[in-house]
Antibody, heavy 120, light 107 residues
Framework: EVQLVESGGGLVKPGGSLRLSCAASGFTFSSYNMNWVRQAPGKGLEWVSS????????YYADSVKGRFTISRDNAKNSLYLQMNSLRAEDTAVYYC?????????????WGQGTLVTVSS | EIVLTQYPGTLSLSPGERAALSCRAS???????VAWYQQKPGQAPRLLIYGASSRATGIPDRFSGSGSGTDFTLTISRLEPEDFALYYC????????FGGGTKVEIK
């Protein structure tokens, strides 16, 4: 069974940092591109970042470029999102998701999400 | 950036009725790289359709997708009680963006 489990969310002050992790199981993690997608409370979905299976291609939304860094460790079946210089508008549930086609493509499996709250 | 506009914002229908949800792109989406998701409160999105018309694994055939260029449609042929939810379209032809969503509610 495919499982994606996010962790690392929490309350952080503006300007602070947080590192999210996503543990993958039930599939060959190293064969899939991965997405991070977020959803602010009561709002729609927003793509954050994508990484190809071998980390050769990495993409960011303009809203996070220069502040967030996506990475993965295929030996540990894990995906990460390092978030720096956090702002109030980064408050959201962050989902990791498996991409089924293209590098930045649709996702067939999603984690349950981890909540990041940026507030003083 | 390609902006996706979904309409209507809310669709009020009864079980058994047909639902047609629209997604319009601000510019043509290459290769019909459009996907549709369903989301229920407190849950992660669920992929329904990708490539404009291909059903994801395990999705019932009452869900179908169509369209090309700038106009795409998700059709639910006969609404089941579990289909009342939020629906999002997504384009992945140029970067990746989501529409604002359409809520399908019970009339």
């Amino acid at each position: 069974e495919v499982q994606l489990v996010e962790s690392g969310g929490g309350l952080v002050k503006p300007g602070g940092s947080l590192r999210l992790s996503c543990a993958a199981s039930g599939f060959t993690f190293s064969s899939y591109n991965m997405n991070w997608v977020r959803q602010a409370p009561g709002k729609g979905l927003e793509w954050v970042s994508s990484v190809s299976s071998g980390s050769g291609y990495i993409y960011y939304a303009d809203s996070v470029k220069g502040r967030f860094t996506i990475s993965r460790d295929n030996a540990k079946n894990s995906l990460y999102l390092q978030m720096n210089s956090l702002r109030a508008e980064d408050t959201a549930v962050y989902y990791c998701a498996r991409v089924i086609v293209a590098t930045r493509g649709p996702s067939d499996y999603w984690g349950q999400g981890t909540l990041v709250t940026v507030s003083s | 950036e390609i902006v996706l506009t979904q309409y209507p914002g809310t669709l009020s229908l009864s079980p058994g009725e047909r639902a047609a949800l629209s997604c319009r792109a601000s510019q043509s989406v290459s290769s019909s790289y459009v996907a549709w998701y369903q989301q229920k409160p407190g849950q992660a999105p669920r992929l329904l359709i990708y490539g404009a018309s291909s059903r994801a694994t395990g999705i019932p055939d009452r869900f179908s997708g169509s369209g090309s260029g700038t106009d795409f449609t998700l059709t639910i042929s006969r609404l089941e009680p579990e289909d009342f939810a939020l629906y999002y379209c997504q384009q992945y032809g140029s970067s990746l963006t989501f529409g604002g969503g359409t809520k399908v509610e019970i009339k």
